[in-house]
């Protein structure tokens, strides 16, 4: 019966008369020299309709954002004023990076604008919700760059898009279409934080700071820099300085200027100094995974990093870093629980390198990096 | 802030028409091809192709149609706080609250009366089922 069906099969296709075998032929001549002349239209096409796709998404995540930071303040200010037009305007702040044609003294330039937007935004926060506390102005001053950060995707995206389609630049629409994945991964990791952002949840930058919570738990803190507490811990016959961001609003504080001013403070009689921060996991790493390296473990624009390098190499004082590794998805949404039970494992690390690289009476740094949103000192 | 919710969307009734149309009148040709082979021996294998791609065509579009909304990645994870006893062992989880932070004070122990705080609060991850 199966032999039957096959040969059946087989007298179907093949007696097809020279007419049909013809147009056939032509058919596919006709396709081959349209797909030599018009192919990259073609993929163009196809890949613009993708773009199109995820922009469409980009547009509805970043007006969502924009919706929840008006209305979040809306409840903050109880009503009192409207705040949507200071929030758009908010939006669309452009931040101009120091010249670097002449790199000396950049790194004061650049804390100077950091502190100037940072206390341009924080200005705004209050006039909208003169009532707010210090935590709620730092979560919504948080929750504001978030949304401002989903913003400027959105734009950045829909200017290649627009670009791509008006020069109809195969290369343009390539490396756009490449980077899309990631860029949608990381508009999906702002809209999470602005969540987080929104009801005061730790986030996975916190881990730092959490580490540093533990230590200091129930011991007297004072304000080193601003916005940076710092606790006299004993650990294992030494002393440690403990020191993180000041919480439990979301602030990173300024660890850079505190660890400076300890170590000018003591003289350089620091044994070790212990930086805490989560990195990057690469892919195929578990999240919450912990490893140890040397040098300064401070992200960002690196001013801080600049200022501990200086004064660590000034006072030949040896630098640890213990990392906590995560997901960019990870980074500024809610802490996920391998994250958060990393901690015990970062403790123990601690205790270790102290016990191993420094003698009893030492004085010794260890400082939390990161965002300290939802936690507390 | 914005609800989970697992709904599907609900596709238009439009396309439910169309997409019946295509399956009842696929069914219909397979079983004609079926009935002619009882019949007359012969497999009309054009009919038999075209009736099958348009089924799991129609197949295929019916559970594109199922997928679940577009998630933005504003919905709200479920976050949990745990809170410990300073004094004793006693430990317990709940959902969190708003203005719950880390090392918050709350309520007295209910074993020892002792001082409780907020020991941790973290984010419950969904685990995606790995097919084997």
Same mark, same amino acid.
């Given at each position: 019966m199966?032999?039957q ?7 179907t296709?093949a007696?097809q008369?020279n007419?049909?075998? #013809?147009?056939?032929q ?5 396709f ?6 018009y192919?990259?239209?073609l993929?163009?096409k196809?890949m613009? /309709?993708?773009?199109e ?15 929840i930071a008006? &209305?979040?303040?809306k409840k903050m &200010?109880?009503g ?6 200071r929030?758009?305007?908010?939006l669309?702040?452009? !931040?101009? %990076?120091p010249?670097?044609l002449?790199p000396?003294g950049?790194?004061k330039?650049?804390e ?5 937007r ?5 200005d705004?926060v209050? #006039? ?22 989903l ?9 290649f898009y627009?670009m ?8 343009i629409?390539l490396q756009?279409?490449?980077l ?18 929104t009801a005061?949840q %730790?986030i996975g930058d916190?881990?730092? %700071? #959490? ?17 940076t507490?710092?606790?006299e811990? %004993? ?6 300085y403990?020191?993180?961001? /000041? *919480?439990?609003?979301g602030?990173?504080g ?6 400076r001013?300890?170590?000018?403070e /003591?003289? *350089?009689?620091v044994?070790?100094?212990?930086v805490?921060?989560a990195?990057?996991?690469?892919e195929?790493?578990k999240?919450?995974e912990v490893v140890?390296?040397?040098g ?5 624009p690196g001013v801080?990093? !600049? ?5 660590a190499?000034?006072y030949?004082?040896?630098?640890n870093?213990i990392?906590i590794?995560?997901g ?5 949404s809610?802490?996920?629980?391998e994250?958060?039970? &990393? ?28 965002n300290?949103? *939802?936690?507390?000192? | =802030?914005e609800k989970?919710?697992?709904k599907?969307?609900k596709p +238009?009734?439009?396309?439910i028409a169309?997409?019946?149309?295509l399956?009842?009148? $696929?069914?219909?040709?397979m ?6 082979y009882?019949?007359?021996g ?8 075209? $009736?099958? $791609?348009? @089924? $799991?065509?129609?197949?295929y =579009?019916a @559970?594109?149609?199922?997928?679940? +909304?577009?998630?933005?990645g ?7 706080t745990?809170?410990?006893c ?9 959902e969190?609250?708003?203005g719950?932070?880390?090392l918050?004070e709350?309520?007295s122990c ?5 001082p409780t705080?907020?020991? =941790? ?8 089922k790995?097919?084997?």
């Amino acid at each position: 019966m199966f032999n039957q069906l096959i040969s059946d099969a087989m007298q179907t296709f093949a007696s097809q008369d020279n007419t049909i075998g #013809l147009i056939v032929q032509i058919l596919w001549l006709a396709f081959f020299v349209l797909y030599m002349l018009y192919g990259q239209k073609l993929q163009v096409k196809i890949m613009l /309709k993708e773009i199109e796709g995820s922009l469409f998404k980009l547009k509805l995540i970043r007006d969502r954002g924009r919706e929840i930071a008006i &209305s979040t303040i809306k409840k903050m &200010s109880k009503g009192n004023t409207d705040p949507t037009e200071r929030v758009d305007r908010i939006l669309e702040h452009v !931040y101009i %990076p120091p010249v670097d044609l002449d790199p000396s003294g950049i790194m004061k330039r650049l804390e100077h604008l950091i502190d100037v937007r940072d206390f341009r935004l924080k200005d705004e926060v209050k #006039l909208m919700v003169p009532d707010a506390d210090e935590t709620q102005i730092n979560n919504l001053s948080n929750m504001l760059e978030a949304a401002l950060a989903l913003n400027q995707i959105y734009k950045i995206v829909r200017h290649f898009y627009l670009m791509g389609k008006k020069t109809s630049s195969f290369y343009i629409i390539l490396q756009l279409q490449m980077l899309l994945p990631q860029i949608m991964k990381e508009s999906q990791a702002f809209a999470s934080a602005l969540t987080a952002f929104t009801a005061g949840q %730790p986030i996975g930058d916190g881990i730092g %700071p #959490l580490v540093a919570a533990r230590l200091m738990h129930g011991r007297k803190e004072y304000e080193i820099a601003k916005d940076t507490v710092i606790s006299e811990v %004993p650990i294992e016959g030494r002393t440690a300085y403990v020191l993180k961001a /000041k *919480g439990p609003g979301g602030n990173i504080g300024k660890p850079g200027e505190a660890i400076r001013q300890l170590l000018e403070e /003591k003289e *350089g009689r620091v044994r070790r100094i212990i930086v805490i921060d989560a990195a990057q996991k690469l892919e195929g790493e578990k999240p919450g995974e912990v490893v140890e390296g040397t040098g300064v473990a401070i992200g960002g624009p690196g001013v801080d990093k !600049y200022k501990v390098e200086e004064v660590a190499t000034k006072y030949k004082v040896p630098i640890n870093a213990i990392l906590i590794k995560e997901g960019i998805e990870d980074v500024v949404s809610a802490m996920r629980k391998e994250i958060a039970n &990393s901690v015990e494992e970062v403790i123990k690390r601690i205790n270790r390198i102290i016990r191993e690289t420094t003698k009893e009476g030492d004085q010794i740094i260890i400082a939390g990096i990161g965002n300290t949103i *939802g936690i507390a000192q | =802030m914005e609800k989970r919710s697992g709904k599907i969307r609900k596709p +238009p009734f439009f396309f439910i028409a169309i997409i019946t149309v295509l399956i009842i009148l $696929s069914l219909i040709t397979m079983i004609q091809v079926f009935k002619t082979y009882i019949d007359t021996g012969y497999t009309d294998f054009l009919a038999l192709t075209l $009736s099958a $791609s348009a @089924l $799991s065509l129609s197949i295929y =579009m019916a @559970l594109q149609a199922r997928q679940e +909304p577009l998630k933005l990645g504003f919905e709200p994870p479920k976050v949990s706080t745990l809170i410990r006893c300073s004094k004793c062992d006693y430990e317990t989880i709940r959902e969190f609250k708003e203005g719950d932070y880390v090392l918050k004070e709350t309520e007295s122990c209910p074993k020892c009366k002792g001082p409780t705080f907020i020991y =941790m609060i973290f984010r419950e991850t969904e685990e995606k089922k790995k097919k084997t």
